[in-house]
């Protein structure tokens, strides 16, 4: 089938549904999302999303936390704007029906997370994704100019290269009229043509065993826009947030917020001894980067496989009602956490690199933007402060928003598009290729290419994820398409953008920390 739209939106997460809000009163807008609507990282954030809404606080101490955190590689300009336009973004989502929890004199309830000098956390009890994401998602059916199409997979970015030009990294204006997309439920390939395209396809946590993020999560958009020879940055910068639950057999790991630390709660050995005194001074809540390498070599020193995180000193009453999805989940596994300590262990959580984007959210393909966590915009340099990324999502969909509602004004639909071509593919009968390859790759992420790197290690991945490409593109190459092919082949493309921005880093910053350059 074919399609004809003004915008088209890749994601129906924070980022793509608030942009897609924004540009419904000017033109046809479709939103492709490969599962259920309402499945992303967003869906799962806990914490909250971090603006500086009284003068309690102050945009200077929230640009000053941020650019700490990024390790002194942030995007001064960006960061400015970002925390400067949050409040507006905030009262935003509160008019599309987005709740955040209110304190008794009729303020916003503010919670703080590790990097955060100040408490600037709104949010919705311990689920505040879930909030924002049902907020949007009613928004959003409520308009009638917005069409949601579930389980529709983008394969690839349409570009002068799919009219048969030769189109490399080089090539001054690659140009995207849309997307290739597999229709789950008929197995059809469709061609979807759009004057402007956003990418708001979430994170990449996937490319390693363990992570807080969902099976979504597969770096589709950075692995589409490195096909299209579209500039890619920062991606050696996954954050692995410091304190997932300990359940081996559960994926995506469990999360225990930030918050909770924020709260009072204290990383500690397997003997019930602190140990951050040895790390730093700001203790359990300095950044995660910090604490995230503190646990490893704790867990790697003791050959353990989780350390705890001590709830108990918060009190019962408000760790109930402070932290209702948490007790819940720990009691079902047998864990009272007002009584037990909670084990846990880093996880794979943020990229906080990703499509190269300017402040309109530009990608520097013509046409095509980027919002949200496949975006990098220069906010989180080195290292994402806490909660930053949903107000990050939030204000680059309106920049977007802003600056495609001019741009489709002038762009016309590229009708000379072909069709996709599946001619003399075969079905794949033998799915152990794929979910054996993923497993594989997923591991020599995790060991090699973790929280703590090394040159030998780098270049173990770099080599085995070779073996590993080289055959799934042969697959690829004779197969039909299925949505399992396709994310193999994204991750494993995002794992060798992430190895290779590894490998050219010659410092230690922010998330980036091999052994062989400790000064
Ligand atoms: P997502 O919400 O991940 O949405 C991506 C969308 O793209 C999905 O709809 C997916 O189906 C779709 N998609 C992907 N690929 C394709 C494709 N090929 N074709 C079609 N559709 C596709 N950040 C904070 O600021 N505060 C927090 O408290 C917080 N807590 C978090 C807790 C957890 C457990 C996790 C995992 C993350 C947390 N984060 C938090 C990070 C934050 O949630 C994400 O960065 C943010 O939600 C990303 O939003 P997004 O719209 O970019 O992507
Ligand atoms: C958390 O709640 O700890 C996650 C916050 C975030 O990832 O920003």
Redesign the pocket.
Known sequence: MRYEVDFLV???????LSYALKVAPYGKVCI????D?S????????????AVMYDTDSFDKHIADTLVAGDGICDRDVVEMTIREAPERIRELVQYGVNFDMSTGGRFDLHREGGHSEFRILHHKDN??AEIERGLLQAIHDHPNIELKEN????DIITQHHLGQRVTKHTPDIDCYGVY?LNCKTNEIDTYLAKVTLL????M?NVYTTT???I???G??VAMVHRARGVLKDLEFMQFHPTSLYNPAEK?AF?I?EAMRGAGAILKDRNGKEFMQKYDKRLSLAPRDIVARAIDNEMKQAGVEYVFLDARGIGKNELISGFPTIYAKCLELGINITKDMIPVRPAA??QCGGVKVDRNGRSSIHHLYA????SCTGLHGGNRL??????E?AVYAHNAAMDAIDIVKTTAINNAVPDWNAEGMVLNEEMVLITQTKKELQEIMWNYVGIVRSDLRLQRAFDRLNLIFRETEELYNRSVLTEELSELRNLIACAYLIIKQAKARRENVGLHYSIDLVK
């Open positions: 890749i994601g129906s997460g924070i980022a793509g492709l999302t490969k599962g609507a499945e992303g990282s967003t869906k799962y954030a806990q914490g909250g999303i971090a505040t994704g529709q997979f983008a394969i997309a708001a396809t979430g994170g946590g807080t993020t969902p979504i999560s597969t589709d958009g995506p999360l917020t959580h943020y919002a949200g966590e496949c806490a909660s930053n990324s949903l107000l999502a």
